[in-house]
């Protein structure tokens, strides 16, 4: 009974029988006969609920993962969501709803700007945008049912509601159709995500001072908007709002755009072309106070360092500064989980709390926030379950900026090498002496490989351009087999295709490239 | 054919096949700091709890021997808030240090027997409440 902590499911299954057959019952063991108490007292007043193998605690894309993972391996699976639907801020409000915007909102722009030397002439072109807005939400709906279809598949119980500790195996739920439940787990997965952080003194309305939920949902195009903090999400909806008209201004307190991670050089080359597209940027600038009390919103903002304030003026303002963890309500106090100074529950290199049986995964904890961490985590949690042991590389974790052109990278970056004192070498290719980027009139960018200066093992790679989010594939399978820049070099790619560029990036860095 | 040839006798690929997946007979499940916490050791409050979690049954040998190791970790490291855990002692107690199946059988000894009042609260009997005797009571007329 104390390997409660694994999934017994041939035990649980056997005793079962017993019971069902009242000829075994004087055969059972003393501890056998404690499992049949519990069971036949299971089906009592005191204690309705079936005890799980597995109860995850959030239906975002770590918890859906999971819960479809877990019931591919046999587990008995709930899922706890209260959204209503399932996929969590990722395809309810995050990634997908963003990258449904984005991609409109590009062929808006360049329907508009970049048709006419194409040899395309077009109309009067005008922007419906509760069009697009129904575009996005029917791709968001798809995929949100999809997932509750592979829940029917893998016979994953979905329960809507809000999952509370009762204990350190029982979970109330709150019922989003009114009532309470209670699940019972012998293991228990938290993947309650993470929500944006506010900006302190800026009440959020997500009408005019919005986060990345209210900045995908706007019914009209601001016709100025100020974005504080020029990480991915702000760049990401400063990039769409921009390209549908409005005029966009970036107050970043850092001396540069794009977040932890990005390279500087990559960060320097996107900033210079979101600038030609018509965003505006203030570096190093902090924001002091903030009033939407008016018509519209006032934003006083200062040099970082000290120096002379001055008050912006927007219609909208998007609080872009980052995400925290999001547990409230989760009751962790009361089975004495604990948070840190950032409010992620800790946890060990198998996901364990200190509770052996009750484990996080995903924005909730450790790690970078991002939506295929999370995956990679959730797979790996019930590997841990079932078969004992999982695998994620937190080095080899990409990460996207969905701008246009697209920036994306993997591995270190030429700061933290540097910091490490690591000697690297540098190998670059342009997308203009790329023959398909020619042919697509789409040339901004290049693919940057960082290798090990004396063993030519890929450290990092970074690229800005089109396709990039792609392309990064290549850079992260890469450097999980621990390959060099000779391997991706001496690989054939595909002509006439973006990826030659990353060939040749990776010939530069240990050679030289063919082509420039 | 020949340059091919060639090439293959100078260049040592980095990435090779390593041939079929393998699992390893034993992995380490003892708890380690997690790769991307910001720090090395895991807060001294895992070891407490799983060294208090471990009470009966077969790990009562075990928890024998891990109660005194925390002793002795708690000893070496009352002036930290983290536990290191002492060369070649199980690190945070000995709950996850081994699968279930290494643990041996769950069945008590011989002649032994568990107390229910001795389990973790989860095994025991639930208490009545005050609205499930009002049903039994009341023939269940209560529940509706």
Same mark, same amino acid.
């Given at each position: 009974?104390?390997?409660?902590? @694994?999934?017994?499911?041939?035990?649980?299954?056997?005793?079962?029988?017993?019971?069902?057959?009242?000829?075994?019952?004087?055969?059972?063991?003393?501890?056998?006969?404690?499992? /049949?108490?519990?069971?036949?007292?299971?089906?009592?007043?005191?204690?309705?609920?079936?005890?799980?193998?597995?109860?995850?605690?959030?239906?975002?894309?770590?918890?859906? #993962?999971?819960?479809?993972?877990? %019931?591919?391996?046999?587990?008995?699976?709930?899922?706890?969501?209260?959204?209503?639907?399932?996929?969590?801020?990722?395809?309810?409000?995050?990634?997908?709803?963003?990258?449904?915007?984005?991609?409109?909102?590009?062929?808006?722009?360049?329907?508009?700007?970049?048709?006419?030397?194409?040899?395309?002439?077009?109309?009067?072109?005008?922007?419906?945008?509760?069009?697009?807005?129904?575009?996005?939400?029917?791709?968001?709906?798809?995929?949100?049912?999809?997932?509750?279809?592979?829940?029917?598949?893998?016979?994953?119980?979905?329960?809507?509601?809000?999952?509370?500790?009762?204990?350190?195996?029982?979970?109330? &739920?709150?019922?989003?159709?009114?009532?309470?439940?209670?699940?019972?787990?012998?293991?228990?997965?938290?993947?309650?995500?993470?929500?944006?952080?506010?900006?302190?003194?800026?009440?959020?309305?997500?009408?005019?001072?919005?986060?990345?939920?209210?900045?995908?949902? +706007?019914?009209?195009?601001? *016709?100025?908007?100020?974005?504080?903090?020029?990480?991915?999400?702000?760049?990401?909806?400063?990039?769409?709002?921009?390209?549908?008209?409005?005029?966009?201004? &970036?107050?970043?307190?850092? %001396?540069?755009?794009?977040?932890?991670?990005?390279?500087?050089?990559?960060?320097?080359?996107?900033?210079?072309?979101?600038?030609?597209?018509?965003?505006?940027?203030?570096?190093?600038?902090?924001?002091?106070?903030?009033?939407?009390?008016?018509?519209?919103? *006032? @934003?006083?903002?200062?040099?970082? *360092?000290?120096?002379?304030?001055?008050?912006?003026?927007?219609?909208?303002?998007?609080?872009? @500064?980052?995400?925290?963890?999001?547990?409230?309500?989760?009751?962790?106090?009361?089975?004495?989980?604990?948070?840190?100074?950032?409010?992620?529950?800790?946890?060990?290199?198998?996901? !364990?709390?200190?509770?052996?049986?009750?484990?996080?995964?995903?924005?909730?904890?450790?790690?970078?926030?991002?939506?295929?961490?999370?995956?990679?985590?959730? =797979?790996?949690? &019930?590997?841990?379950?079932?078969?004992?042991?999982?695998?994620?590389?937190?080095?080899?974790?990409?990460? #996207?900026?969905?701008?246009?052109?697209?920036?994306?990278?993997?591995?270190?970056?030429?700061?933290?090498?540097?910091?490490?004192?690591?000697?690297?070498? =540098?190998?670059?290719?342009?997308?203009?002496?790329?023959?398909?980027?020619?042919?697509?009139?789409?040339?901004?960018?290049? =693919?940057?490989?960082?290798?090990?200066?004396?063993?030519?093992?890929?450290?990092?790679?970074?690229?800005?351009?089109?396709?990039?989010?792609?392309?990064?594939?290549?850079?992260?399978?890469?450097?999980?087999?621990?390959?060099?820049?000779?391997?991706?070099?001496?690989?054939?790619?595909?002509?006439?295709?973006?990826?030659?560029?990353?060939?040749?990036?990776?010939?530069?860095?240990?050679?030289?490239?063919?082509?420039? | 054919?020949?340059?091919?040839?060639? +090439?293959?006798?100078?260049?040592?690929?980095?990435?090779?096949?390593?041939?079929?997946?393998?699992?390893?007979?034993?992995?380490?499940?003892?708890?380690?700091?997690?790769?991307?916490?910001?720090?090395?050791?895991?807060?001294?409050?895992?070891?407490?709890?799983?060294?208090?979690?471990?009470?009966?049954?077969?790990?009562?040998?075990?928890?024998?021997?891990? %109660? /005194?190791?925390?002793?002795?970790?708690?000893?070496?490291?009352?002036?930290?808030?983290? =536990?290191?855990?002492?060369?070649?002692?199980?690190?945070?107690?000995?709950?996850?240090?081994?699968?279930?199946?290494?643990?041996?059988?769950?069945?008590?000894?011989?002649?032994?027997?568990?107390?229910?009042?001795?389990?973790?609260?989860?095994?025991?009997? !639930?208490?009545?409440?005050?609205?499930?005797?009002?049903?039994?009571?009341?023939?269940?007329?209560?529940?509706?």
């Amino acid at each position: 009974m104390f390997k409660q902590l @694994i999934p017994r499911a041939t035990a649980r299954s056997s005793a079962l029988r017993s019971i069902q057959h009242p000829s075994h019952v004087s055969r059972l063991s003393p501890s056998t006969s404690l499992l /049949q108490d519990r069971i036949v007292q299971r089906r009592g007043y005191a204690t309705p609920a079936e005890e799980k193998d597995l109860v995850i605690i959030g239906g975002g894309v770590a918890g859906y #993962v999971a819960a479809i993972k877990a %019931g591919q391996e046999g587990l008995k699976v709930a899922c706890i969501e209260k959204r209503g639907s399932l996929g969590g801020t990722c395809l309810n409000v995050g990634c997908i709803p963003s990258k449904s915007l984005l991609e409109n909102s590009r062929i808006y722009h360049q329907i508009q700007h970049d048709v006419k030397n194409r040899g395309i002439d077009v109309g009067d072109v005008k922007l419906n945008l509760t069009q697009m807005m129904k575009a996005k939400d029917t791709s968001v709906s798809g995929l949100t049912k999809g997932i509750e279809f592979l829940f029917k598949k893998n016979n994953v119980e979905y329960i809507k509601g809000a999952g509370r500790f009762e204990d350190q195996n029982t979970v109330a &739920v709150d019922l989003t159709d009114g009532g309470n439940s209670v699940v019972r787990g012998k293991n228990i997965l938290i993947a309650t995500g993470s929500e944006a952080t506010p900006f302190p003194g800026l009440e959020i309305d997500e009408k005019k001072v919005v986060t990345s939920n209210g900045a995908i949902a +706007l019914t009209e195009v601001p *016709k100025k908007m100020i974005v504080i903090g020029g990480g991915i999400i702000g760049l990401e909806m400063g990039s769409v709002w921009s390209r549908l008209g409005s005029e966009v201004t &970036v107050v970043e307190f850092l %001396g540069a755009i794009g977040g932890p991670g990005m390279d500087a050089e990559i960060a320097k080359s996107i900033q210079k072309t979101l600038a030609k597209q018509g965003m505006k940027f203030m570096l190093n600038t902090k924001v002091t106070n903030g009033d939407a009390s008016g018509e519209g919103v *006032k @934003i006083d903002v200062e040099a970082a *360092k000290g120096g002379k304030a001055q008050t912006l003026d927007a219609d909208v303002v998007l609080c872009a @500064i980052g995400r925290r963890p999001y547990t409230q309500g989760l009751g962790l106090d009361k089975i004495g989980l604990e948070t840190d100074s950032k409010g992620r529950i800790v946890i060990d290199s198998e996901y !364990r709390t200190k509770i052996p049986h009750i484990r996080v995964i995903g924005d909730c904890t450790f790690g970078p926030m991002l939506a295929h961490k999370a995956e990679e985590e959730a =797979v790996a949690a &019930v590997e841990y379950l079932t078969k004992s042991y999982g695998h994620v590389n937190y080095n080899a974790i990409p990460a #996207v900026m969905y701008t246009h052109p697209e920036v994306a990278w993997v591995g270190q970056n030429e700061q933290e090498l540097k910091e490490e004192g690591v000697k690297y070498k =540098v190998g670059s290719f342009p997308f203009t002496a790329n023959s398909r980027a020619k042919t697509n009139l789409d040339t901004e960018g290049m =693919v940057k490989f960082l290798a090990d200066a004396e063993t030519d093992r890929i450290l990092g790679v970074h690229i800005i351009g089109p396709n990039a989010g792609e392309m990064i594939a290549e850079g992260t399978l890469a450097l999980e087999y621990g390959a060099s820049t000779e391997d991706v070099g001496r690989t054939s790619h595909a002509h006439p295709t973006l990826s030659e560029a990353f060939k040749e990036a990776a010939m530069s860095t240990y050679a030289k490239a063919i082509h420039y | 054919m020949q340059p091919t040839r060639i +090439l293959r006798a100078t260049r040592q690929p980095l990435i090779k096949f390593l041939g079929k997946r393998n699992v390893p007979k034993n992995i380490d499940h003892t708890p380690h700091a997690h790769p991307a916490a910001p720090n090395d050791s895991l807060p001294e409050s895992f070891a407490q709890y799983r060294n208090r979690a471990i009470q009966h049954g077969p790990l009562g040998g075990q928890q024998q021997q891990t %109660g /005194q190791r925390a002793q002795q970790q708690q000893q070496q490291s009352s002036a930290s808030s983290t =536990v290191a855990p002492p060369s070649g002692m199980e690190p945070y107690g000995g709950i996850g240090g081994k699968s279930g199946k290494q643990l041996g059988d769950i069945q008590p000894a011989k002649g032994q027997f568990f107390d229910r009042d001795e389990l973790p609260a989860r095994f025991r009997r !639930r208490p009545f409440s005050e609205a499930e005797m009002e049903a039994v009571d009341s023939a269940g007329a209560s529940m509706w």
